[in-house]
Nanobody, 125 residues
Framework: QVQLVESGGGLVQPGGSLRLSCAASGGTFSNGAMAWFRQGPGEEREFVAAIRFATGVTRMADSVKGRFAISGEKFKSTVYLQMNSLKSEDTAVYFC??????????????????WGQGTQVTVSS
């Protein structure tokens, strides 16, 4: 059974940085993709970033371009999200996802079968 475990969330002041990590166990995604989504209070879960391990292709949501970066370790099925210049609107529960999406679903929730429990990121002074 595949399990995804996120870590690295917490409370940070506006303008600060955090690094999220997610490790998959019980399965390998070296030929698939891993991604981050987030869900703010009263909002739907939205795409943040994805990496396709086979090609190294990454995708970022427009709202985080230039501030966040995704990276991963292919053979460890581990993904990271470096978040810089954090804003209050980045406050959300961040979820790790893994699967084998086709390119058109790389940024869609439907592209991922496996999900972590989420880690809270709060940006506040």
């Amino acid at each position: 059974q595949v399990q995804l475990v996120e870590s690295g969330g917490g409370l940070v002041q506006p303008g600060g940085s955090l690094r999220l990590s997610c490790a998959a166990s019980g399965g390998t995604f070296s030929n698939g993709a891993m991604a981050w989504f987030r869900q703010g209070p009263g909002e739907e879960r939205e795409f943040v970033a994805a990496i396709r391990f086979a090609t190294g292709v990454t995708r970022m949501a427009d709202s985080v371009k230039g501030r966040f970066a995704i990276s991963g370790e292919k053979f460890k099925s581990t993904v990271y999200l470096q978040m810089n210049s954090l804003k209050s609107e980045d406050t959300a529960v961040y979820f790790c996802a893994a699967g084998y999406p086709i390119i058109s679903t790389l940024t869609s929730r439907n592209g991922y079968r496996h999900w972590g429990q989420g880690t809270q990121v709060t940006v506040s002074s």
